[in-house]
């Protein structure tokens, strides 16, 4: 079973300000089709998780520009540029290479100083 | 707008068996463009997957949960359920339905999630 570790567990940023997470797998997450599958989600406070990111870097429908993925094989970073109120929550990355299981990171809570 | 909604028991009693079910509306479960996912959450152990199940009721499971589990698709009711055996306290927890693409650019991706539903295991 893949294992992700999250790095900070928690983030407490200034709006306006920028955010990174890191996202570090196991095992790489490069699938022999040429893909990886590496995804980001937030979970707001009292809600579902929601996808932000699919494929490492691309955003999904809706997803506000100022988050972006990147990385590659084992290593990942979310990052929120301008961080604002609406973005607090916790993030969670994951990964669909190697099933089963599908498997996610701890989670970053981040709030709002 | 596709959406996804879970129901089921609240509250169960040990060494008995969770049946779910997620309801979804405004989309075909009976495509072969999804798959469709349960998924657990609970403050100790975080996000964990515990299956999916396709169109003509081919499964995969967690390994960790698979001699329990159990899932099926109703494409005359739009339904997919999830049974899980033989619970114990540590299977409290929050239950997630969700929809990945089986295809394209978000396979794999769950990109439309139910409302979570709490199930507590307790005597």
């Known amino acids: 079973e893949i294992v992700l570790t999250q790095t900070p567990l928690s983030l407490s940023v200034t709006p306006g300000q920028p955010a990174s997470i890191s996202c570090k797998s196991s095992?790489?997450?490069?699938?022999?089709?040429?893909?990886?599958?590496l995804y980001w989600y937030l979970q707001k406070p009292g809600q579902s998780p929601q996808l932000l990111i699919y494929?490492?870097?691309s955003r999904f429908s809706g997803v506000p520009d100022r988050f972006s993925g990147s990385g590659s094989g084992t290593d990942f970073t979310l990052t929120i540029s301008r961080v604002e109120a609406e973005d607090v929550g916790v993030y969670y990355c994951?990964?669909?290479?190697?099933?089963?299981?599908?498997?996610f990171g701890p989670g970053t809570k981040v709030d709002i100083k | 707008q596709v959406q996804l909604q879970a129901s089921g028991p609240r509250l169960v009693r040990p060494s008995q068996t969770l049946s779910l079910r997620c309801t979804v509306s405004g989309g075909s479960i009976n495509t072969g463009s999804y798959y469709w996912h349960w998924i657990r959450q609970t403050a100790e152990e975080g996000l964990e997957w515990i299956g999916r199940v396709y169109r003509r009721g081919s499964t995969d499971y967690n390994p960790a949960l698979q001699s329990r589990v159990t899932m099926s698709i109703d494409a005359s009711e739009n339904t997919f359920s999830l049974r899980l055996a033989s619970l114990t306290a540590a299977d409290t927890a929050v239950y997630y339905c969700?929809?990945?693409?089986?295809?394209?650019?978000?396979?794999?991706?769950?990109?439309?999630w139910g409302q979570g539903i709490q199930v507590t295991v307790s005597s």
């Open positions: 994951m990964q669909g290479i190697h099933l089963p299981p599908f498997t």
């Open positions: 494929g490492v870097s």
């Open positions: 969700a929809r990945a693409a089986a295809a394209g650019p978000r396979r794999r991706a769950f990109d439309y």
């Open positions: 095992q790489s997450l490069l699938h022999t089709d040429g893909n990886t599958y």
